[in-house]
């Protein structure tokens, strides 16, 4: 592609280069070879030279002589090969990323894509601070997702440890196993309480499901007086400090536990699970009403009025009308009071009792008492879950904007 540039382009190109190109490509795979070389015990001095070296040379080969989807393949394929010969496997998979990043990096800088995202006129300055806000987001982001990402793997450890082994990391079979998996799903100690909350929780999101929207709904009209007083004290479960609201549960829920005992002459194990559903649907209740309250922001009265008007009674025009529209911010709603009502903890210990066990409580003795690495897959059942109860969440935030006239973002 050069050879189709002017003497002054390309000399200008060379500049841009030798420069500023190749320079902070450098800077990048030093930063790589130091987290490399301390991994590999080279050491980090050496990993920082190394890196730096590979990747200088990678961004003058891949720019001067290399197309871009080419170029990329070169470096992953050639940073694979020393990350194999290096560390075996596990140094191909470092390798293959490194080469991902470094050519990415280099034709990133060299193509001038840096100030995709910023005004022409815009001055050196403010296009660092640009890139340098990108890259404080994106380590926010990766500081908060990798502690999530490695107990992953952790959980298919062949050995009853809470580390990786010589054997995963040298990403060796025998070193992994399904056996946590087969004790969550197999043990007792595990199956009851997923049972119990996978009772409490449905249950919970129900009622909050069901309060919460017409909530929602009361307060959405104007002619309700005080109705930001009455917002605060709904939404105030979500604000109070978790073993506040536990402590007060604790108190009111014992005395109307020993009440539906005495006077319609309930079991422990009945009201002890009454006594936890109505403790997680007053949870849950404050997520559901500001989800609705938000889709009723861009809600069009006056299709009630005109069903009104057409002989519809409210009851009608709620669930024939109303509903439809509001649906997506509903089941938002409900879906996060559901997993605040399955990972909650705390107001379990308070209100519940042994029979009322629930899978984070479990997880919390095992992490205090046992040592359990069951954990590990628990955790990451939990993680995939969650995973897709917030692609399912994202899915109904889009598709009300859509019904909203909104295009998503």
């Not at 050491?43 to 720019?63: D, E, R, S, T």
């Not at 066990?357 to 690495?373: A, D, H, N, V, Y």
């Amino acid at each position: 592609m050069s050879a189709t540039l002017t003497p002054q382009a390309k000399a200008l190109e060379d500049d841009n280069l030798i420069s500023f190109t190749i320079p902070f490509t450098a800077l990048l795979g030093g930063v790589i070879g130091v987290l490399v070389g301390k991994a590999a015990g080279l050491g980090v001095l050496a990993g920082l030279v190394a890196g730096a070296v590979l990747a200088a040379i990678l961004a003058f080969v891949l720019v001067r002589m290399l197309p871009h989807r080419t170029g990329r393949l070169v470096a992953i394929g050639v940073c694979g090969i020393l990350g194999l010969l290096l560390g075996g496997v596990a140094g191909l998979l470092a390798g293959l990323l490194m080469g991902a990043l470094i050519g990415w990096c280099a034709y990133w800088l060299a193509d001038g894509t840096y100030r995709k995202g910023v005004p022409p006129y815009a001055t050196t300055g403010q296009v660092l601070w640009h890139n340098s806000f990108k890259l404080i987001c994106g380590a926010i982001f990766f500081f908060l997702i990798v502690p999530i990402l490695i107990i992953i793997p952790l959980s298919f450890n062949a050995e009853n440890f809470f580390t990786y082994t010589p054997e995963m990391l040298a990403l060796d079979p025998e070193g992994y196993s399904l056996r946590h998996y087969r004790d969550f799903f197999g043990n007792p100690d595990w199956t009851r309480p997923l049972k119990n909350s996978l009772i409490i929780a449905p249950f919970a999101t129900v009622i909050s499901v069901s309060l919460g929207t017409l909530a929602a709904i009361g307060l959405s009209q104007s002619h309700v007086p005080f109705r930001r007083g009455i917002m605060a004290i709904l939404i105030s479960p979500m604000i109070v400090p978790l073993i506040i609201s536990a402590t007060g549960m604790f108190f009111f829920y014992s005395q109307m536990g020993l009440w539906m005992e005495d006077t319609f002459g309930m079991s422990k194990s009945l009201t002890g699970y009454i006594k936890v559903i109505l403790a997680h649907a007053a949870l849950g209740i404050p997520f559901v009403i500001i989800t609705v309250t938000a889709t009723l922001v861009g809600f069009d009265k006056s299709l009630t009025r005109a069903a009104a008007n057409m002989g519809a009674t409210p009851t009608v025009t709620f669930f024939r009308v109303q509903m439809p529209l509001i649906l997506p911010g509903v089941i938002s709603g409900g879906l996060f009071a559901f997993i605040t009502s399955f990972d909650e903890v705390v107001v379990v210990l308070f209100v519940g009792a042994a029979a009322q066990k629930t899978l984070p409580w479990q997880m919390f003795t095992g992490l205090r008492e046992q040592i359990s690495p069951t954990i590990l897959a628990v955790a990451t059942v939990l993680v995939g879950v969650s995973i897709l109860l917030l692609a399912t969440i994202e899915l109904l935030r889009r598709r009300s904007e859509r019904m909203r006239g909104m295009s998503p973002t």
